[in-house]
C-alpha cells in the first residue's frame, strides 16, 4: 500500500462521469457553458461574491496569485518549508519575473505573528531592499497542520495593517476545513484571506485547480486573465477543469474525500502517538522512525517516503478505505 | 453547426476512456508507467530516437521550446499571421524572458527562404541587435496551409547553416500529414525540424499536446524539465496526459481524426472553389463572403468567424461528419 | 571629420568642470545635494511640478520608463525604426518583462495619428492579444525630423482616450526644443506626454541622461526608482551625475549645443537640397548618395555611415564648429 | 567626519584627470581606444589572458556575471549578508530572470566548505527544486574580512567538482588584495574564481567598475555583451569608464588607495581592540557600542551606522588622512 503522495491516488468516479458528460461541443478557452458557472458555484460554496479560476495545477495558482499580489521588485513572506519556496522549481520567483521569498520560521511549517513581525522588521525602507508584497501560507502546513481562523486572522491583521495582500496555498484546503468543521468562509475571506488556491488534484480531481479571489482581490481577476493565458494555462477546452471542479463541489464531494483522507491519517496516528512529530491534522503523519523500523515496514509492503534523518511521511488519500489503512496502523504500532 | 474552431469540437471516445483506464494509483508526476513510454511510442511513430514531453497546453509546447532554443536576447522568426505572434498573448516573450518575435510575410502564413534572408538581413551583427536563434513556422499554417516536405527543408537549411533552430508549430500537424500522405518524420526530422509541438486537443484530445524533441535538440530536454515544471506544467497526475497522448496514437487515431477534418474542409472548399482565399489543404476553408451573404448563412444556423472584410473562416473538426458539412456546403454553393 | 554620430562627441567643458566641482564627500546614492536639486530644476524648466531621476543611458531611462507604463502582458506602440525597437538589444523586453512592441509605420520614423488608430484596430479585446499600454514616440526622430507640437497633442489625445500612456523618447529632445524654437513644456507635458527620457549624452553630456515625469505619472516615481536599482542603475556616487545634469541646464548649455549641433546640419542639408532624403530638422542629414560618390568624400577624409542602398547618413554635433562643416557641405555640392 | 561608506568618497584626481585626457572625439560604445585596451591591462595586472567589460555599477556587475552563470531555474549560494542578497533590490533575480538565492551562515559574512556541502546536501536532484549554478562570495566580505587563498581555493574546488561557477564581489577586492599583500592572480584565478566584479567605485573610481572573466568563463563574454546592452549598461561614450580603470591601474593607484583606507581602519580597531565585533581586516571597522556611547561620538562629531543593537560601523575611505582618523581612534579609545 503506497503513502508516498495524495498526488499518486486516483481520480474520484464523479469527476471521471464529469469529463464523460461534458463531452460535447462547447464554447473554447472558458467561455462554455461549465466555466461560467464557476463564479456562481464558488460564490454559494464561500457564502461571499468570489471570482473562481480554473487552472491545471497547484503551482500555476499559486504563482499566478503571487504575481497579482506582488510587484517583480518586491517580496514575499513564506515558511521555509514552504511549497512554493522547496517544490515548485522558482514558478514564483518565475510568475512574478523576480520577486524574492522571504523565509520564516515556525513549527510545523506553519508561521506566527511574532515570526512576520520579525521578517518585516529585517527589511529596511528604502530601494536598495525588496519591499514586502505579501504573505504566503499553506493550508493544511506542509506537515500536516492546520491553521485555527484566529491565527489566520491575527496574521491577515498583520499584512492589511502594513498594505500587503495574504494568500493561502490551499492544496489541502479541503483537509484543513474538514479537520476544522467550519464554513470554508470561516477559514478564507471571513478572517482576511485575499486570495485561496483550492486545491482539488491531491484530492481526488484529476487535472483541475481553482484559484478564488476574495472581497477587492477580485479586482485582480483581468490580470490574472492574462498571466494565466500568458503562462500557457489557459486551456482550450477549459470546460473539462470546469467540469471536474464542478464535480467536486457537488453534494460536497470535496470535503467527504478529505474527510475520508484524514480519517486514515488519524488511523495511523493513533497507533503511533508516541512517534508524531507534529499533531496529524490533516492527512498527512510525521512519525520518528528508525532506519531499520522503516525497513521492516517496507518488507512488509507500505511505501513511505523518510523524511530527514529518523523521520517518515505516510500520506493518505481520498481513496484508501479503513481496511487499507489498519494493517499499517497494526504494523506501526507493533514496531 | 458551428464552424468557429476545432478548439470546441468534442474530445474523442478512445481518449476518454483511456482516462479510465488509467484510473489507478501511480507514481505522481511524469514517473508513472504511461508517462514513461511516451519516449518509445513517438519514437516509433517519428522512425527515429525522440524525446516526448507532454503539456497540457500548445501555447505551453510552443513558449517551452522557443525558451529552449533562444536567449532572452534573441529573436525568433516567425510569420506576422503566427499563433504565436497573436494569440498567445505574448507566452513566447514570457517563457524567453523576452525575446523578440521578428516577423516576415508570405501568401497563406507560410514563410518562404527569401523572406528568410531578407530578415536575416534586417539584423546587424552588433550587440545592439537582438541576433535570431530560431525559426518557427507553423504546419499547417494559421491559413490552411500546408508546408511540402522540400520546403521545409529548404527553411531548415537556411537555420542551420546560420546556426539557429527550427521549431514546428504542430497545433494541426496531424492535418498536415493527412493531407501530405507522408509519414510524420518526412515532414519533420527528416527535413530538418528541432522541435515540434505535436498537436492533440485540435484533434479530439482533451488536455494533452506532446513536445517532440529530435536529434542534437533532445539535448535541451533536461533543461525543459526545469521550465516545465517552474512554468507550473509539470502535473501531478501526468497520467492522464499520457493516457491521452497514447490514445491517440494507438490505431493511428490520430490520423483518423485528422483525416476526417480535412475531408470536411475539403466539402466546403469543393462547394466553393471561386471563393476560396487560400487552398483548402487542412482543416480550415477561408473564403470570399459578403455581409449579406454571411448573415443568411448564419441565419441558416451556420457558426463561424468572420476573417476581416468580405471574407470567413470556417474550421472543421474530427467530429464533424459529412452529413454534418453537406449543408453548409449546399448553403455556400447556392449563394 | 567625423560624422558618424553624435555619441561619438566628446564632452562639454561645463560638464566636465561639473565633476571637479562635485568632488567632495556628499551622501550616497541620490540623496546628496545635487541629486537633491534635479526635481527643482528640471521642474523650473518645464514650468511645472516634474520628477527628474538621473541614469547613465538613454537606453536605461526609455526601458525603465516603458517598463512603469505597460505590464508584461501588453503591447507599446513605436515606429518601426524606433531606437527601442532597433537598436537597445531587447531592453525594452527585459525591463517590461516580455511587454510586446507594436511596430508602426510613418515617413521619416514619426507616426500619425491614422497609423495609430490602425494599430490599436488590430488588437482583439481578449486575452489572447496584448493589450496596447503605451505610445512611444522618438523626438527628433531618427531619421531627424521633429514632431510639431499640435502633431504630438493628436497622439497624446488618442492614447488618453484610450487609457494608455505616451512616453517621449527624447535623446535628441534638445534637438528638436531648438528647431522648433518652443518652451520645454509645449513639446511635453502641455501637449499630453506622460514620461519623456531628456537625452544629454548626445548632446554634451558624458554618462548622465534624465527621466522626466510629468503630471500623473509622477505617482510612478517610487516605482522607477526600485526599478532603477534593481537594474543596476544606482550608481552609488549619484552626485557625478546630477552635476552633469546640472551643468547641461546652467546657462541653457543644453539649447545651445543643440542650437550648434542642428546648425550644422542645416549647412550641410543646404548644400545639397535635392539630394535630401527627410527635411534635416535636427542634427542628421540623409541624403542620396551613390557608392561612388560616397567613396569620393571617404577619400576626401568624411566619415559617416551609409544607409541602405544609395544613402548616407551624416550626423553633427555640438562640437562641430561651421569651419569644420563646410569643408563637407563644399565637398557636396561639388559631387 | 564621516565614516558613513566608502561611497560617499570623493574621486581620486588620476581619475578626474583621465576623464578630462579622453575628452576627445573617439568611437562610441566601447570600440574606442581606451576600451579596447582594457583587456591587455587587466591581462597585465591578473598575469593571464582575462576579458574585462566596464560597467558603471558593482550591482550592475554582479547581477550580469551571475546572469552568464546560472539559469533562471537555477539557485546560487551566497551568505545571508551578502550584498547581491541584501542591498541590490532583486538585480540578481532581475538579471537571472528568477534565479533564487540560497543563503548560507558563517562568521563574518564568509562561507566555509562545510556550509556549502550542506547546502549542497538541502537541494534534492529533481526538477521541483532549482540546482545549484554557481556560488557568489564577497571579497573583502560585508563584515571586512577577508577570505584567504586557500579559503578560496576550498571552495572553488567544491563548485568546480560539482559543475558550479564561482563568482566573487570583489566591490572591496582591492582591500583584500591590500591585505594579504598578495598578486591580484592569486586570490583570483589561480584559486579557482571564475568571474570578479573588479570594484573600483569604492575607491577612488567615479562611476566605473570592472567585469573580469578569466580562462573558460571568457567564453560568456560575448553572451554578457548581450546583456550589459539589454541592461542598459552599455554607455554610449564608453571610453569615459575606460578612462577610469586605466587611471585606477596605472602605478597601482587601486592599490595605494586601497592600502590607504585599510591603515584607517586599522587605527580606529587598533584603538578598541576589546570591541572588535570581526578583524578589522579590510576597510569597515564593526565594534561594539551602546547607545550612548554612540551618541557621544556622534556629539563630537563623527557620522557613522549603527549596526544592529549595541553595534556600530564604521568604514574608511581612501581619501582619509591619519590625522583625519586619528581623532575618531582617540574618542573611541577614550569611551
Redesign the interface.
Known amino acids: 500500500m503506497?503513502f508516498?503522495?495524495d498526488?499518486?491516488?486516483?481520480?474520484s468516479q464523479p469527476v471521471?462521469d464529469a469529463?464523460?458528460n461534458a463531452?460535447?461541443?462547447?464554447?473554447?478557452?472558458d467561455d462554455d457553458a461549465l466555466s461560467q458557472r464557476l463564479d456562481a458555484a464558488f460564490s454559494e460554496l464561500f457564502e461571499s461574491d468570489v471570482t473562481a479560476l480554473w487552472?491545471?495545477?497547484?503551482?500555476?495558482?499559486n504563482?499566478?496569485a503571487l504575481a497579482a499580489l506582488c510587484?517583480?521588485?518586491g517580496s514575499i513572506i513564506c515558511h521555509r518549508e514552504a511549497h512554493i519556496q522547496?517544490?515548485?522549481?522558482?514558478?514564483p520567483?518565475?510568475?512574478?519575473?523576480?520577486?524574492?521569498?522571504l523565509l520564516g520560521e515556525g513549527e510545523g511549517a506553519k508561521l506566527a505573528p511574532a515570526e512576520i513581525e520579525r521578517l518585516a522588521a529585517s527589511i529596511r525602507d528604502d530601494?536598495?531592499?525588496?519591499?514586502i508584497g505579501a504573505l504566503s501560507i499553506t493550508q493544511a502546513s506542509e506537515y500536516g497542520m492546520v491553521y485555527q481562523p484566529d491565527e489566520v486572522r491575527a496574521l491577515a491583521d498583520i499584512c492589511h495593517a502594513k498594505g500587503w495582500s495574504l494568500h493561502m496555498d490551499g492544496a489541502r484546503f479541503a483537509n484543513a476545513v474538514a479537520h476544522l468543521d467550519c464554513a470554508p468562509a470561516d477559514i478564507s475571506w471571513r478572517v482576511g484571506v485575499d486570495m485561496l488556491s483550492f486545491g482539488c488534484?491531491?484530492n481526488g480531481g484529476?487535472?483541475a485547480e481553482a484559484m478564488i479571489l476574495f472581497g477587492d482581490a477580485r479586482e485582480k481577476a483581468a490580470?490574472i486573465?492574462?498571466?494565466?493565458?500568458?503562462?500557457?494555462?489557459?486551456?482550450?477546452?477549459g470546460r473539462?477543469?470546469a467540469a471536474q471542479l464542478m464535480a467536486m463541489l457537488t453534494d460536497d464531494l470535496w470535503l467527504a474525500n478529505a474527510r475520508a483522507a484524514n480519517a486514515g491519517a488519524k488511523l495511523i496516528a493513533d497507533a503511533a502517538p508516541d512517534r508524531l512529530v507534529y499533531p496529524a491534522e490533516a492527512n498527512e503523519v510525521f512519525i520518528t522512525l528508525s532506519a531499520d523500523e522503516a525497513a521492516s515496514l517496507r518488507a512488509a509492503g507500505f511505501d513511505f517516503y523518510d523524511w530527514g534523518i529518523g523521520e517518515a511521511r505516510f500520506v493518505t488519500?481520498w481513496?484508501q478505505r479503513e481496511e487499507d489503512i489498519r494493517p499499517l496502523a497494526a504494523a506501526i504500532a507493533a514496531l
Open positions: 503506497r508516498f503522495s498526488n499518486a491516488a486516483a481520480v471521471l469529463l464523460a463531452n460535447s461541443v462547447d464554447t473554447a478557452y487552472v491545471s495545477t497547484g503551482t500555476a495558482a504563482a499566478l510587484p517583480p521588485h522547496n517544490d515548485e522549481c522558482g514558478a520567483e518565475f510568475y512574478t519575473h523576480g520577486a524574492k521569498l530601494v536598495h531592499q525588496m519591499q488534484v491531491k484529476m487535472s490580470e486573465r492574462y498571466r494565466r493565458k500568458r503562462g500557457g494555462h489557459l486551456l482550450s477546452k473539462y477543469l488519500s481513496d
